[in-house]
Structure formats: C-alpha cells, structure tokens
C-alpha cells in the first residue's frame, strides 16, 4: 500500500514569494491533516479536512495560509506571502477516519525562507 | 487549552539499559498516541492507546495510559542503537492530536 506522498520535498524562497506545497493520501482515507513541524518541537496542526470539507482550521492563520481538497482526494497548501518565520516542515496525514484511527504521516516539505 | 509535556526532552542511556519516558496532559482524554521519528524523516506510530489501564508492547518498548492521572509512559527495556529517534506522544483533543514537545533519545554503545 503506498503511503502518503508530499511534493515537493524541499522548497527555498525568499520572502514575500508564494509556495505552495502538494498532498496526496492513502488511498480510501476520508480525512487529512496539514501540521506545520518548528525544529525541536512536535507537529502543530493546521486544518483537518474530511472529505471535501475543513471541519477545523482555527489554527491556519488565514490571512496568508489557504488550503483545498478539491473531490476529497488530494489536498494543497498555500501560504502568500511568506515570510522568514513560515520556515519549517510542513507534514500531511491522512487517516480512514477521524480519531480514534492512528494517522499516517508523509514525508514532509521543509520550506526555507530567506 | 490542552497542554502536552514529555520528560525528559533529551535522554541519552548505554546499550543494555531501561529507561521510562513520561507524558503527562492538563485535561481529559481518553486516546494517546506514540510516535517515532528518525532524522529527516517522518513520524511513525508507534502505539494507540484507548483506554484506561490499556497497555501495548512492541518488541523492547512497552507504553501504558492511565487516564486519572493523565499520564502515559513509554517503557524501553535493554537498549539497542536502532531505538535511537525522538519519540512524540499526542493527546486526542476534541478530535485532532495534540503533541508533545518530543523526547529526543540517544542509545550509546
């Protein structure tokens, strides 16, 4: 069964530019999850999509974050602009269901902001 | 708003040796989960917990939830450099998964 894919793995950019980062879940699995990783800290989530739908995003700062899932399958982060505190490991997960269902992680997107 | 400690944050024991890292969480919840990640790369489950007393062993580690003291412990017996890693527990929230701050363990020879 293949996992969750992120791309791009790497992104550096500088300031106030655009980035936008892919996700694609396990196949079958209804709900996905953005975290956003600071070095030496745990993951923070971001919004938590089931199906189509954002049933929490209080945590995405909406005034530069966007997220979409566009027929419940793969999702896209978007921050705009960046800036230099944005830098960090943004991580998917998908699980079947909400929890109790252990997540499954991807391999993350470090983003670097100059 | 639910808080989630892990101690210590950095653990470093001999090959052979036992060691207990703790979680502790501010408000109820019944599920914890445990995470490993490897440098570079991404978190893998370890253990889910649901319930009360539920205790789960993997080989040489063993973690348990007791949900009134709200605190789960993750129990690694004899030492090997491969459990080398930082360990997350994550606390069920109003249905998202609340981290913790991590306990980064290094397994010397």
């Known amino acids: 069964e293949a996992g969750v894919v992120q791309s791009p793995r790497y992104k550096i950019i500088e300031k106030k530019q655009p980035v936008a980062f892919w996700c694609n879940p396990i196949s079958g699995h209804n709900t996905l999850y953005w975290y956003r990783q600071n070095l030496g800290q745990g993951p923070e989530l971001l919004i938590r999509y089931e199906n189509e739908e954002a049933v929490d995003d209080s945590q995405l700062p909406k005034d530069r974050f966007s997220a979409e899932r566009l027929k419940g399958v793969d999702s896209t982060l978007k921050i705009q602009p960046a800036e230099l505190g944005d830098s960090a490991v943004y991580l998917c997960?998908?699980?079947?269901?909400?929890?109790?269902?252990?997540?499954?992680f991807g391999p993350g997107t470090r983003l670097l902001v100059l | 708003e639910l808080k989630v400690e892990q101690n210590p944050l950095f653990l470093s024991m001999q090959e052979g040796k036992n060691y207990t890292i703790y979680c502790n969480y501010s408000t109820t919840s019944d599920r914890l989960y445990w995470y490993r990640q490897d440098p570079g790369k991404s978190l893998e489950s370890l253990f889910v917990?649901?319930?009360?007393?539920a205790v789960k062993q993997e080989g040489r580690l063993m973690a348990s939830l007791d949900t009134k003291a709200r605190l789960s412990t993750l129990h690694i017996t004899a030492a090997v450099h491969d459990l080398s890693a930082t360990y997350f527990c994550a606390v069920d929230d109003g249905g998202d998964m609340r981290f913790g701050a991590g306990t980064r363990l290094t397994v010397k020879p």
């Open positions: 997960a998908s699980s079947l269901v909400g929890l109790p269902e252990t997540q499954y």
């Open positions: 917990l649901l319930s009360n007393g």
